[in-house]
């Protein structure tokens, strides 16, 4: 149900009827949104453990993730960052500072205005947002699959998408060995 169906456009002064949501409306849509957050508080969970996973924190995962991919350039401007991340410019400053002595970025001032620091990715960060975004990518779809379904009472179900293996209690293989994934490590 979808918030529209529920709320219809308020009165006008010409007299338009509004129709009033039933209770059973009201509550599909609290269960909606009940759901929604619960999805989406399960992927945020993912996340910030699977950053911890990868030795960084969840907020330095946030910042590569803005200096590589918010402004389509491959670099971002600190006030570009603090758009992104919704944070003020000297917390940024301070979170930049942090994630340059991990060896995750770089800043520097810029050529054009050297008020300005520009932000790039170290190859270590490359390397550690790359492993990052794809084990992401397949929760991301989950997540959107789930939103995008109509689902009664469907908070706790998972469905398998159509090509995707089951690989549980299988692991993964690389040249005979056992590789240790972010997933497997999840569930161990």
Avoid: C, W
């Avoid at 520009?118 to 990518?137: A, D, M, N, Y």
């Avoid at 689902?151 to 549980?168: A, L």
């Amino acid at each position: 149900m979808r918030y529209n169906e529920v709320m219809r456009t308020a009165p006008t002064k010409r007299g338009g009827q509004v129709r009033t949501p039933s209770s059973a409306d009201i509550d599909r849509l609290i269960a909606d949104l009940a759901a929604f957050r619960y999805s989406l508080r399960k992927f945020l969970r993912f996340s910030e453990n699977a950053a911890r996973f990868y030795g960084i924190t969840p907020q330095q995962h946030q910042l590569m993730l803005g200096v590589a991919g918010f402004t389509g350039r491959g670099s971002a401007t600190i006030s570009e960052l603090a758009e992104f991340l919704q944070g003020r410019v000297h917390s940024v400053v301070g979170l930049v500072e942090r994630a340059e002595q991990s060896g995750l970025v770089v800043a520097k001032k810029s050529q054009v205005d050297r008020r300005v620091v520009v932000v790039s990715l170290t190859p270590r960060g490359v390397l550690i947002l790359g492993r990052l975004s794809e084990i992401h990518h397949q929760q991301a779809r989950n997540l959107r699959l789930f939103m995008n379904e109509n689902r009664p009472n469907g908070v706790g179900r998972r469905r398998r998408i159509s090509g995707e293996r089951k690989t549980r209690g299988r692991a993964k293989r690389v040249g005979g060995r056992p590789v240790k994934t972010f997933e497997r490590a999840q569930s161990a």
